[in-house]
């Protein structure tokens, strides 16, 4: 089982990143996806994840800012940031549910900076 990561990089405040996961495998038969992300000298915190019918959930921190969203016929999820703060710098990882238990990608760095 695998689960990969892209998008991440080097963005100025108030800049847009779109994140892209993939997993093995048809992502309609993963259950739960999302996000987390970890920053310098933190622990890891909750993004957004989204269910295997559509159904969204966000952290405070985020919301109206990203928009987390799954497409089946290109087997993705993605991450939309929009607006993106100095503090949304982290280490961003993808997680999927497959018949109960949960796997990780190894993630993808976002930076945002001036």
């Known amino acids: 089982v695998q689960v990969v990561e892209s998008g991440g990089g080097l963005v100025q405040p108030g800049g847009s990143l779109r994140l892209s996961c993939t997993a093995s495998g048809r992502i309609s038969t993963w259950g739960t996806m999302g996000w987390s992300r970890q920053a310098p000298g933190k622990e890891r915190d909750f993004v957004a994840n989204?269910?295997?019918?559509?159904?969204?959930f966000y952290a405070d921190s985020v919301k109206g800012r990203f928009t987390i969203s799954r497409d089946s016929a290109k087997d993705t999820l993605y991450l939309q940031m929009n607006n993106l703060k100095p503090e949304d710098t982290a280490v961003y990882f993808c997680?999927?549910?497959?018949?109960?238990?949960?796997?990780w990608g190894k993630g993808t760095p976002v930076t945002v900076s001036s």
């Open positions: 997680y999927a549910d497959y018949l109960g238990s949960t796997y």
């Open positions: 989204i269910g295997s019918v559509g159904q969204t």
